[in-house]
């Protein structure tokens, strides 16, 4: 079984590690958000790329979910000592050599779909790991300016989810140069061969949206000849983890398991799975032309997160029969 999967950080990655326990023998490709990139002290940062490579590599941080395992700190903090910042976003001595790779290999002239393959080299992440974009795609968000009443800024989305913590309103998030960008090799083919394309409970804004953005991807999604299922990352009415009830209010959608499924809508989703306490919500979704069932999506471990995978493949058959 070939599955491709459009993944975010943190819940991605935590996805694709029940998918791999539920479908051990599938081919699975994961085309992978770079809007949340940033270049930081002359480097090229990758931060969901490098989570789900971590994360299925077996280097990540558990607790936080990000970052690598056992990390140390003394360069950021000399860094600090010479004032050079920004101090909001640290990264780690481990994590610092994976940029350096990366930031060097870019320099070389190699395309980023070609350093993560090399980086894959090293973590044998047991998936296919492509970048949505080998192009420069930065999502930024609009809010309000501190310093001038009345007006309103763009800041980039690690400022506005580090530095601010998500903590004021989003007026408007924007994935700067991904109108101009182009699919990285592989990632068309891989939606048009897959049996089964699958959206994670990542950010519907800022993770899978990004990559609908860069042109091409929505259409070979939409056009996919593959059952396309979705899992909702709004539990309740809030998102599990995260801030994805601020970027959906930016764009005009409720924080509900079926706004999220109308927001994707018939055209792209064939399947949507909500959590059994939103299961008052399953025939408002199957009204708006999408099959709906409700199942536990709580990853509260791998074992869980690997039967909420199982009944996303078994809702993918059930649309396909």
């Not at 360069?75 to 930031?103: M, N, S």
């Not at 989305?157 to 101009?180: D, I, K, N, S, T």
């Not at 519907?204 to 056009?223: F, H, N, Q, W, Y």
């Not at 409700?294 to 995978?309: F, Q």
Request: with cysteine; net charge negative.
């Amino acid at each position: 079984m070939r599955i491709v999967v459009l993944a975010g950080g943190i819940g991605g990655a935590r996805f694709l590690r029940g998918l791999k326990s539920a479908a051990p023998g599938a081919d699975v490709t994961v085309i992978g958000n770079t809007g949340d990139d940033i270049h930081l002290f002359g480097l090229k940062v990758c931060p969901d790329l490098d989570t789900v490579m971590y994360t299925l590599g077996g280097g990540i941080h558990e607790e936080q979910g990000w970052g690598r395992a056992d990390e140390t700190f003394a360069v950021k903090e000399e860094l600090a000592a010479y004032g050079v910042g920004p101090e909001w976003f640290g990264l780690g001595d481990r994590d610092f050599a994976t940029h350096i790779v990366r930031t060097r290999m870019t320099a070389a002239g190699y395309p980023l779909s070609a350093v993560t393959e090399a980086l894959c080299d090293r973590w044998r992440p047991g998936v296919r790991l492509l970048p949505m974009t080998d192009d420069r795609v930065e999502t930024h968000v609009v809010i309000d300016d501190p310093d001038t009443p009345g007006k309103r800024k763009a800041v980039h989305f690690q400022e506005y989810w580090v530095r601010l913590r998500a903590a004021v309103p989003a007026h408007a998030v924007v994935p700067v140069g991904a109108e101009q960008a182009k699919p990285a090799p592989g990632v068309l083919e891989a939606v048009g061969e897959a049996d089964v394309v699958l959206f994670p409970p990542s950010n519907p804004v800022v993770s899978v949206g990004t990559i609908l953005a860069v042109p091409g991807v929505r259409e070979a999604v939409a056009d996919a000849g593959a059952p396309v299922v979705g899992l909702s990352p709004i539990v309740g009415g809030a998102p599990v983890r995260g801030m994805a009830d601020k970027v959906l209010a930016a764009v005009g959608v409720e924080s509900t398991a079926a706004a999220v499924a109308r927001h994707y809508g018939p055209a792209l989703l064939d399947g949507w799975l909500v959590d059994t306490v939103d299961a008052a919500a399953v025939p408002e979704v199957e009204a708006a032309g999408i099959r709906c069932r409700s199942v536990p999506l709580m990853m509260t471990g791998v074992e869980a997160t690997a039967r909420m995978a199982a009944e996303a493949l078994a809702l993918a058959e059930e649309v396909r029969a």
